[in-house]
């Protein structure tokens, strides 16, 4: 008895903990956030582009140098790239869209993404970052007539290099991942590279037709590693070696581990977009949330009395809980998003509907209150299991399937329904058992009667 309320008791300051992270770090909760410390400004709420706005980036595509059948393959593979860099955990809703050329458009071949809460240009080019644009070239069979002689400020002529290697099949597309290793003879940093199936197919025949000539390895157009070919390397491994320092070393790993671009893309287009549908559409939102819940709240205690109290509290719990998921992971908010977590608050007393039921049929059959409540748990396990697995698996297929506007719903209520299996399983199985209450009178039998009974 004493563990029971002791736990109770530690749930209670849970909750208000967790309630008072929520609204210390809410602006509009908070009159004083201006003045909060820089811990709490870190954590508001992430609202998508249709309710805060964000920014618009227009790229150019360079595929001058893959042929035509490959174009729409690469395309692809660099709108995963930049997905994968600016939606990490797929929360955060970006829209990454491939704008191909043609005869009506112009422009070539263009990648448009759209980044909701960051109206910052600066910051938004800096999310999509400095991936570098991985190539290996060959030796220019013809390179004695391709010779390109560049002259220098201070009269210098020397032969450009670019003219000597002409580009080959195997670019950062094929990477698999970068590591940072040392030169066992010059204990100099390089960066090792693994590649593919494919790009190990690729390279083996670059390796094996280029025997005792050069093979140059640029990065972002200019040439770092000019090794010569020794031998056939089957196995899909190359070295950039170029003086690193540490740093330096550890940076381009990570850089090329990100994701290196398939083919190099040139800001064109920044532009600031507001919101679709605005501040008025989050304020209704807010509101058919809060009307919900008092609903739901006047149902419970009016139905179930004491247990539909006891309800509500886990409903407090759990609203507080999953605002600040909503806040630490961060999710971001769209106006599906916000359905999402409405309608999962209709759902999170769906389990405690169930178990209340059962307890009232054992109390009508003799039970006292303590058995009745421990048999209501019981029998109400099963059907609660089922019902939100279903639920759960509805979620997963709809984020794995569906647009980034469907995900946004799938998420908020994936996270809904994981949540109220604990409020309801658990808070509310720890508070009934903290009442301590064992006999049955009158009294008690009409605080866990429901309905219209006595």
């Known amino acids: 008895m004493k563990k029971r309320i002791i736990l109770a008791l530690i749930i209670l300051v849970l909750g208000s903990l967790v309630a008072f992270f929520v609204y210390k770090t809410e602006p509009k909760l908070n009159k004083n956030f201006e003045n909060q410390s820089v811990f709490f400004k870190k954590f508001p709420f992430r609202l998508g582009l249709d309710l805060s706005g964000g920014t618009h980036l227009i790229y150019k ?262 605002l600040t998921i909503f806040k630490l992971l961060p999710v971001t908010l769209t106006a599906a998003g916000i359905g999402g977590f409405i309608i999962s608050l209709g759902m999170a007393v769906d389990a405690n509907v169930l178990i209340f039921e059962r307890m009232k049929e054992e109390i009508k059959k003799g039970a006292n209150i303590h058995d009745g409540i421990h048999a209501g748990f019981k029998r109400a396990w099963n059907s609660v299991r089922d019902s939100n697995t279903s639920s759960i698996i509805t979620s997963i297929i709809l984020f794995w399937l569906g647009t980034p506007l469907i995900k946004g719903f799938a998420l908020t209520f994936g996270l809904g329904v994981l949540v109220s299996m604990f409020s309801a399983i658990t808070v509310s199985r720890i508070f009934l058992f903290a009442l301590g209450i064992q006999k049955t009178n009158k009294f008690t039998k009409f605080l866990f009667s429901s309905g219209f009974s006595k």
């Open 61 to 322: 595509a360079d595929v001058s140098a893959i042929s035509s059948s490959e174009i729409g393959s690469s395309m692809e593979a660099l709108r995963d790239v930049i997905e994968r860099r600016v939606n990490l955990f797929g929360i955060s809703e970006p829209i990454v869209q491939v704008q191909r050329g043609g005869l009506i458009s112009s422009a070539g071949e263009q990648l448009i993404v759209d980044l909701p809460g960051v109206t910052d240009i600066k910051e938004a080019v800096k999310m999509i970052g400095q991936t570098p644009v991985l190539e290996f070239k060959t030796e220019n069979p013809k390179k004695d007539e391709a010779q390109n002689v560049v002259v220098s400020a201070d009269g210098v002529a020397t032969v450009s290099l670019d003219s000597q290697f002409i580009a080959t099949e195997l670019t950062g597309r094929y990477l698999k991942k970068a590591t940072l290793e040392r030169d066992p003879n010059t204990l100099e940093f390089q960066v090792s590279l693994q590649f593919n199936d494919e790009g190990t197919k690729l390279f083996a025949k670059m390796t094996k037709e280029n025997i005792g000539k050069m093979i140059a390895i640029y990065l972002d157009g200019a040439p770092v590693s000019t090794p010569v070919v020794r031998e056939e390397i089957p196995n899909g491994q190359a070295f950039i070696s170029g003086n690193f320092t540490p740093n330096e070393a550890k940076l381009l790993v990570g850089r090329l581990n990100s994701g290196a671009l398939p083919v190099p893309i040139t800001l064109t287009s920044t532009q600031t977009i507001g919101a679709t549908l605005g501040e008025s559409a989050v304020n209704a939102g807010v509101k058919a949330a809060v009307i919900g819940f008092l609903l739901v709240a006047f149902f419970l205690i009016l139905w179930y009395r004491l247990p539909g109290l006891i309800a509500v509290v886990a409903l407090s719990f759990y609203t507080a809980i999953l």
